[in-house]
């Protein structure tokens, strides 16, 4: 599953890398031409060489950074446990206010701050957390080892 949601989040960073390079090498076969690879029964498809090379120079990267910091998981923890909060608790649940026109300290009001409120609280708790991580994982800091 996490290849899936790693292949969503990166679609846009190919299609502007991809979409750069075609600008900046109009010219270039390595980058503009697509092979037509015959498959049957289900048509043809298109190869593109510079696609190829370059996601899987993106992939071997990003493995490779990940193997060099066994804390990765920590770092994405706190990413995760900041944007929580702004993202899918603070804005969504202020312009539900805004546009439902919710009056200030109504019932309804106290209740939606309160949920903020804990949600910040639990965000705050995974920050610390994944923060605690990243400085417990950097004390025993090996490349390329692993404690599983």
Not at 66 to 78: E, K, N, V, W
Not at 103 to 120: D, E, G, H, Y
Request: charge should be positive.
């Amino acid at each position: 599953m996490d290849h899936i949601l790693t292949q969503v989040y990166c679609q846009p960073l190919f299609t502007f890398v991809e979409e750069k390079a075609v600008k900046k090498f109009p010219n270039s076969q390595f980058i503009t031409r697509d092979i037509e690879i015959p498959i049957f029964g289900l048509g043809r498809y298109k190869l593109n060489f510079f696609h190829l090379v370059w996601r899987t120079i993106f992939v071997i990267v990003t493995t490779i950074i990940a193997m060099l910091l066994p804390f990765f998981i920590d770092i994405i923890g706190l990413l995760g446990a900041l944007n929580f909060w702004l993202l899918t608790v603070y804005f969504p649940v202020e312009i539900y206010i805004k546009q439902t026109n919710i009056t200030k300290w109504s019932i309804r009001w106290v209740l939606f701050q309160i949920l903020t409120a804990v949600c910040l609280i639990i965000s705050v708790a995974a920050a610390a957390g994944s923060v605690a991580g990243f400085v417990h994982d950097l004390k025993s800091y090996k490349p390329f080892s692993s404690d599983f």
